[in-house]
C-alpha cells in the first residue's frame, strides 16, 4: 500500500506538472537509489523496475554468492542462499527481493519529500526555461494579489508572475481577480526560484500592442521605427511602409480610429502620437513636434541639442502639457530640444528686451526654467500676462510670479 501510494503521488506530479515520462523514470529511480544507498551502503548493486501505467515497481539486490561474506553489501553466503534455493552456487549472483516495508516508515517520509522536492526543481527550471524564450511578448493574467509594491499574476497554467509598481501605469489600480496585459520583460533564478518580471510601461508593451492590432504590422508590411513613452501621458510611435500604396498612419489608426482606440483604453487614455519615419532628422523633428508649426532650428551636433524657433503661439503646443511634446520628441530625435519664441519685426526693433537667464542672481534657476517651459524667456514675455494667467500656465505660486515681476518691472524702471 505504501508503494502503491508513492506511485499515486508520483503519477499525480506527472499529470498536473506536465513532466515528460523518461524524466519522471529517471528522477524516481534515482530517489530510491539514494535512499538504498544510505540503508545499503554505496557499494551495493540493485535493480529497479518500475511500471508508471500500472502504478507498481520491484526492486532487487544484486549479490554474489562466497563461502565467507567480507562485505554484506555486495556479497551472501553460500549457507543463506541454499535456504532459500540449493541450486545456486559460489561465485554466481544472486537476486534478493527488497521489500518497500524493509524501508521503515522514516525511510518511505524521506523518499516522498526527496520525489516532491526533485519534482518541483525540475518544475522551476521548465517554467525558466519556457519563460526564458517569451521575452518579449504579451502575455493575459488574473491578478490574484495586489500590494503596495508589486502586483502577483496568474497565467492560464497558475504559475506566478510579478508586476512591480514600478512597471505599472500610473493609473493603474488592480485588485484580486482583474484581467491584465503585459509584456514579459525579464526572467531571472532567484533564490532557486524562478521569478518572471512583466511590464505595462515598456515601450515594446505598446510595440506588441500595435502588433495585435494593425495586421499590416504583424505581416510585415509596416514597420515600427521607434517608440518613446510617458507611461499613461503620452507616447510618439514612428512607423515606416516598404509599399507606397500604404499610408502606415492610417493603418495604424484605423477607420474612425478604431484599432488605435483600443490601445489607448488598454494605456489608461495615454496619448499616442504616430508619426511617419524619416532619418532626416531635421525633417523628424518638426514631424514630432506637431502640431506646433517650426520657424526654423540651429543645430549642435557636438552637443547633440537643436534650438527649435517658433512663433509665440507656437510654443506652448511645441512644448506640451509638462513638456511632454518636446521631451518625446528629443528622445525619438535622440536630440536635446529647446524651444525658443520668434520675435516678430517690432519686437526685434525693440532693444530694451531681456532673456531671463539675465537675471539669475537675483530669480531661481529652476523657476526660470519653468517660464522657459511654457515659452516665456525674455522679461517682457513674463510681464506680459497676468499674474493669474502665469500662476496657472506655470504651476508656480502666486508669490512667486508676483516677486518675479516685481524684479523684471525694476529692470525697466532702471
Known sequence: MEGLNLISTFAEFKELK??????????????????LEKMYGEDAVFDIIINIDKGDFEIYRTLTVVETVENPATEISLADVQAIDNSYEVGEEFAEKVELASFGRRGILNLRQNLSGRIMDIEKA???????????????????????????????????????KTEQIPADHFRKGDSVKAVIIGVEMRNNSPIITLSRTSPLFLERLFEQEVPEIFDGLITIKKVVRMPGERAKVAVESYDERID?????????????????????????????????????????????????MEFNEEEKSVNVYLKPSEVSLAIGKGGSNIKLAGMLAEYEIEAYREMDAEEQADDEDVLLEEFSDEIEPWVIEQLKKIGLDTAKSVLALSVDELARRSDLEEETVINVQNILKAEFED
Not at 513532466?19 to 529517471?26: E, F, G, L, V
Not at 517554467?127 to 497565467?155: C, H, P, T
Not at 511617419?276 to 523628424?284: D, E, H, I, M, V
Request: proline content about 4%; some cysteine; glycine content about 6%.
Open 18 to 35: 506536465s513532466i515528460d515520462r523518461p524524466t519522471m523514470m529517471s528522477v524516481l529511480e534515482d530517489v530510491f537509489r539514494t535512499q
Open 126 to 164: 521548465n517554467l525558466f526555461n519556457s519563460y526564458r524564450d517569451r521575452i518579449g511578448e504579451v502575455i493575459a493574467g488574473e491578478v490574484y494579489q495586489s500590494w503596495k509594491k508589486e502586483a502577483l499574476v496568474m497565467d492560464e497554467d497558475g504559475n506566478e508572475l510579478v508586476l512591480p
Open 248 to 296: 502606415p498612419v492610417g493603418a495604424c489608426v484605423g477607420v474612425k480610429g478604431a484599432r488605435i482606440h483600443g490601445i489607448v483604453r488598454e494605456l489608461r487614455n495615454e496619448n499616442i502620437d504616430i508619426i511617419n519615419w524619416t532619418s532626416n532628422k531635421q525633417l523628424l523633428i518638426q514631424r514630432a513636434l506637431s502640431p506646433a508649426k517650426i520657424s526654423s
